[in-house]
């Protein structure tokens, strides 16, 4: 058995958005419609292309909590995505949410993110068993061991879990513009890169990210700070009795 599991978040905003069409209807009057059927009939295309594409017997589609203030990142860094919430959703977008739940398996859980929900569910040994397959097109994803599959790039790969916590620092230096934390200021890819290779150890990896933000004259409490919102939750990171996200530490 095999499931695929998908970040829905992203397939529900290409389909929604490609289903809009502006029409002009003279005198400068524009307005924008979108046909429900035609987004459900691409949602259901995409899904199937990656059921076919990873061999999966089985799906399990992740939402982020439609709630984006409560979500936790936002507690520890009230920047993160800030940059966002004038973006306007596709006119389908909250419907073809409400099909997915209606139509699909999905997780969707108070606080998360829907590459948290992914997260816990590859890592926990239990909650999906056999076989499993990440399916997502976010470099963050790679934080996760395990199997993956990138659907735009039909890309299959593997992360190993050394892989994902050189991911999870990577991240850490270098920041996210899009997902609006700054990471340790000065540092790309290409410089953080050079900094955490020959490191093999968590230990390592922590104390080269440490030392580069002090070299920019900031403290171990702010690489903590970028740490944690670059983190995609495990299920080690989640207290199921409590439901809610235990911080990562070093």
């Not at 389909?15 to 459900?40: F, K, Q, V, Y």
């Not at 709630?67 to 073809?96: F, G, S």
């Not at 997780?107 to 829907?114: K, Q, S, Y």
């Not at 879990?161 to 290409?190: F, N, R, W």
Request: aromatic residues 8%.
């Amino acid at each position: 058995m095999k499931t695929a599991l998908i970040d829905a978040d992203t397939l529900v905003y290409e389909a929604s958005l490609a289903s809009e069409n502006p029409i002009e209807w003279g005198d400068e009057l524009w307005t924008l419609h979108a046909s429900m059927a035609e987004a459900r009939f691409r949602f259901d295309g995409l899904v199937s292309d990656i059921k076919e594409a990873t061999g999966a017997d089985t799906l399990v589609l992740a939402l982020s909590d439609g709630d984006n203030e409560a979500r936790w990142r936002n507690k520890v860094m009230p920047t993160y995505k800030m940059n966002r919430k004038r973006v306007r959703r596709p006119v389908c977008y909250v419907p073809l949410r409400q099909y997915c739940h209606e139509s699909y398996t999905t997780f969707e859980r108070p606080t998360l993110e829907g590459d948290d929900v992914l997260g816990i569910l590859m890592t926990h040994p239990s909650l999906v068993k056999g076989e499993k397959v990440l399916v997502a097109i976010d470099k963050d994803m790679r934080t996760i061991p395990g199997e993956h599959y990138n659907y735009t790039k039909q890309e299959h790969f593997t992360i190993m879990p050394s892989e994902a916590a050189y991911h999870h620092m990577l991240q850490t230096l270098m920041g996210d513009s899009t997902d609006g934390y700054p990471g340790c200021p000065g540092i790309g890819k290409v410089t953080a890169s050079r900094l955490l290779d020959g490191a093999s150890s968590s230990d390592e990896f922590w104390s080269i990210v440490v030392k580069a933000y002090e070299k920019a004259k900031l403290s171990e409490e702010v690489a903590l700070q970028n740490a944690r919102v670059a983190r995609i939750c495990h299920h080690t990171d989640y207290d199921f009795n409590k439901k809610e996200v235990i911080l990562w530490h070093p």
